[in-house]
């Protein structure tokens, strides 16, 4: 089982440009998240998704964008990256809204010049 | 606000040995606790959970402890193996709120000496 599949691995991007980062799940799990992870302030939440359809902001949500058009998948979309953006990027998922169990998928390093 | 915290950055422990990784935290209100582990270039992996009306619990060489009285949640890992070198995170939040709530400590990076 794939789990949780995220793409690209790695992406070096000028400041400016756009990005989508690609999450997809085999699991059918109802809940997704975004999260962030940078030396010294472990994972922060971007945006998450409860069930297909619905989506809410986390702890730092500026300067991303998120959809769950279906159950399976949850793009991550920076509009205009800026440097500070640089970071390890992790798609997660749940069965459950409220587990605390999550399933991660390996990241996206990206970096922004 | 809400804080979870580790005591170590990094700890090195001797193969076959016992580790112990400790977690503080602030929020009186959390009472489901969680330790992830995360290898080198991987996505962190869920290892167990307590909720707060338990003071252990134990897995396959792991065992949580947590002590409600002074906010700590520790993990003990016991014959560590290579395969334990990673970085371990504790995270919290209040059984009944979604996942969305869950809060992430820094992590503490154990090496296991051969």
């Known amino acids: 089982t794939a789990g949780i599949t995220q793409a690209p691995t790695s992406q070096i991007l000028a400041a400016g440009r756009s990005m989508t980062l690609r999450c997809t799940q085999d699991?059918?799990?109802?809940?997704m998240y975004w999260y962030r992870q940078d030396l010294g302030l472990g994972l922060r939440l971007i945006h998450y998704?409860?069930?297909?359809?619905?989506?809410g902001k986390g702890e730092v949500p500026d300067g991303y964008s998120v959809s769950r058009a279906n159950t399976d998948d949850f793009p991550l979309t920076l509009a205009s990256a800026v440097p500070s953006q640089t970071s390890v990027y992790f798609c997660?998922?749940?069965?459950?809204?409220?587990?605390?169990?999550?399933?991660f998928g390996e990241g996206s390093r990206l970096t922004v010049l | 606000g809400e804080s979870v915290g580790l005591h170590l950055p990094t700890l090195s422990v001797q193969e076959g040995d016992n580790s112990i990784i400790n977690c503080a935290y602030s929020?009186?209100?959390?009472?489901?606790f969680i330790w992830y582990k995360q290898e080198s270039g991987k996505g962190p992996q869920f290892i167990i959970d307590?909720?707060?009306?338990?003071d252990k619990r134990q897995g396959q060489r792991v065992t949580v402890l947590l002590n409600k009285t002074v906010k700590h949640l520790s993990l003990q890992i016991a014959a560590t193996q290579p395969g334990d070198s990673a970085v371990y995170f504790c995270?919290?939040?209040?059984?009944?709120?979604?996942?969305?709530?869950?809060?992430f400590g820094t992590g503490t990076r154990l090496t296991i000496i051969p």
């Open positions: 995270a919290e939040k209040k059984s009944n709120f979604g996942n969305e709530k869950l809060t």
């Open positions: 998704s409860n069930t297909a359809g619905t989506t």
């Open positions: 307590i909720r707060s009306n338990m």
């Open positions: 699991m059918r799990h109802n809940a």
């Open positions: 929020n009186s209100a959390s009472d489901y």
């Open positions: 997660a998922s749940s069965d459950q809204s409220n587990t605390g169990e999550l399933f």
